[in-house]
């Protein structure tokens, strides 16, 4: 079975700073994909970013931004000018893609709270 | 275009009762998953089905029966409902592939009393 491990249970950041959320994950696989989801208060689970394993060029999604190192399984989650409504559960999330289904396997999650 | 849909939002059950969570989707995904949320823990697979006919057993599916006779319905079915299957149940969907994302329901919050 995938791990995926979150070592930030809560983090806090002041309103328009930078934070970055870790996320390491255990895999044999040479292909792959990476997520993160973010749950605000709503509860509602929101695609945040996605990485496939096979391109090394970082994704970025307007504020968001992902550090992947392949190598050292690490996938950490870079939220530039932070804002009020990034407060939430960020969980990061691993995917095997195979025959028959595309299972996510999550970490425990990173609560984030943005300071006014 | 309402995504994915879960009913009910919130279910109060004794030990031993039995109920069904219904998850819908207008996406006309192929794949359907159902995920259960602790405190604590990240999203645990319970059963997964990748079309209509076919269900698949996920991480923690003991207790969870489950059913897909319409490709845009799932269902998540507790016979015997335990102290144990209190929590968050999400459904998700996603087009067959693999660069699918899984678009997820609102939950339903639920407590075995």
């Known amino acids: 079975a995938q791990t995926v491990t979150q070592s930030q249970p809560e983090m806090s950041v002041q309103e328009a700073e930078t934070v970055t959320l870790s996320c390491t994950y255990d895999t044999s696989e040479s292909n792959y994909y990476l997520f993160w989801y973010k749950q605000p208060p709503s509860r509602q689970m929101i695609l945040v970013i996605r990485?496939?394993?096979?391109?090394?060029q970082n994704a970025t999604e307007n504020r968001f931004s992902v550090n992947f190192q392949k190598a050292a399984k690490s996938f950490s989650l870079k939220i530039s000018d932070s804002q009020l409504g990034d407060t939430a559960m960020y969980f990061c999330?691993?995917?095997?893609?195979?025959?028959?289904?595309?299972?996510?396997?999550f970490g425990t999650g990173t609560r984030l709270t943005v300071i006014p | 275009n309402a995504g994915v849909t879960q009913t009910p939002k919130f279910r109060v059950l004794k030990t031993g009762q039995s109920m069904t969570l219904l998850c819908a989707q207008d996406m006309n995904h192929e794949y359907m998953y159902w995920y259960r949320q602790d405190p604590g823990m990240g999203l645990r697979l319970i059963h997964y089905s990748v079309g209509e006919g076919t269900t698949a057993k996920g991480e923690v599916p003991d207790g969870y029966n489950v059913s897909r006779l319409k490709k845009q319905n799932f269902l998540l079915g507790l016979e015997s409902a335990a102290p144990s299957q209190t929590s968050v149940y999400f459904c998700?969907?996603?087009?067959?592939?693999?660069?699918?994302?899984?678009?997820f329901g609102p939950g339903t919050r639920l407590t075995v009393l």
């Open positions: 990485q496939e394993a096979y391109k090394q």
């Open positions: 999330a691993f995917m095997k893609p195979q025959t028959g289904a595309n299972n996510l396997f």
């Open positions: 998700a969907s996603s087009y067959r592939g693999v660069t699918n994302t899984q678009y």
